[in-house]
């Protein structure tokens, strides 16, 4: 006996049991995650299913895609995730459209934006994007300029191009 009450054992019996150890610990592991990341992804595919039923697009959509992350060999999350992208997608450009009937501009650009980070094969939501981003962009009238850059402005037109 040491004097921590246990039993003396060579290091060498000691070292070999924790190494044993490790390795039983690693050979349990993937599969304990393996099982872990199945039963989440079962567990989101049903929460996007309920999603689903009361057509809440975008939590269907965000938990298949989560559900695929999850479990990847899953072609149930897969499938379910292509199938309800185009309606998510669809609401956000109901969203958008609405926001323009109300002439608010950077909201329906959220909402366009958003259709197509969902669906990038939406080619109504690049459209309508684009025709936002134009508007927006456009300069505003000219502002009056000061007699001394107007002088700048004639002085920078009358000098000739190179030869």
């Known amino acids: 006996m040491n004097r921590n009450g246990f039993p003396a054992t060579p290091r060498s019996t000691f070292w070999i049991a924790i ?21 989440a992804a079962n567990r989101l595919i049903k929460q ?42 669809a609401s ?10 109300q002439g608010d501009d ?9 259709a197509a980070e969902i669906d990038p094969t939406n080619e109504s939501a690049g459209q309508e994007i684009a025709v936002i981003r134009q508007r927006l962009n456009q300069a505003p009238a000219q502002p009056e300029l000061s007699p001394e850059q107007v002088l700048q402005q004639q002085e920078m037109a009358s000098i000739g191009s190179p030869v």
């Open 92 to 101: 956000h450009m109901a969203k958008g459209y609405q926001f323009l009937r």
């Open 106 to 114: 950077q909201g329906a650009l959220t909402e366009f934006m958003h």
């Open 19 to 39: 190494l044993f150890s490790f390795i039983l610990a690693g050979l349990a592991s993937p599969s304990a995650y393996g099982q872990y990341s199945k039963s």
């Open 48 to 89: 996007g299913q309920a999603a689903e039923q009361r057509e809440d697009w975008d939590t269907a959509y965000n938990d298949y895609v989560k559900a695929a992350a999850r479990n990847p060999k899953d072609l149930r999350a897969r499938e379910a995730m292509f199938r309800v992208r185009s309606q998510a997608s």
